[in-house]
């Protein structure tokens, strides 16, 4: 059974960073697209960027040129380097697959004061 388990959330002030991770077991994390999704209080749920399995990215363009996405598919984990954090990022943080093919995880906030 896959299991997602993201970590590295919390609170930190506009402007600042964090990192987040996403270990994904029981799947075969080299081969699949992940992606890091959010969703915040009231909205749907967004995928914000995503990377293959050979290492090309996207992102959404609300976090374009602040958010990276890498993978180490020897540790089956995908990361999130989130930059320039605004208010508006406050959110509760999902990876899973490109397509949200696995049961999705208990996420991490990240709330971003203003």
């Known amino acids: 059974q896959v299991q997602l388990v993201e970590s590295g959330g919390g609170l930190v002030q506009a402007g600042g960073s964090l990192r987040l991770s996403c270990v994904a077991s029981?799947?075969?994390?080299?081969?699949?697209?992940m992606g890091w999704y959010r969703q915040a209080p009231g909205k749907q749920r967004e995928l914000v960027a995503h990377?293959?399995?050979?290492?090309?990215?996207s992102y959404a363009d609300s976090v374009k040129a602040r958010f990276t996405i890498s993978r180490d598919n020897a540790k089956d984990t995908v990361y999130l380097q989130m930059n320039s954090l605004k208010p508006e990022d406050t959110a509760v943080y999902y990876c899973?697959?490109?397509?949200?093919?696995?049961?999705w995880g208990q996420g991490t906030q990240v709330t971003v004061s203003s």
């Open positions: 029981g799947t075969s994390f080299s081969i699949r697209t």
């Open positions: 899973n697959t490109a397509s949200g093919l696995y049961r």
């Open positions: 990377i293959t399995s050979g290492g090309t990215t």
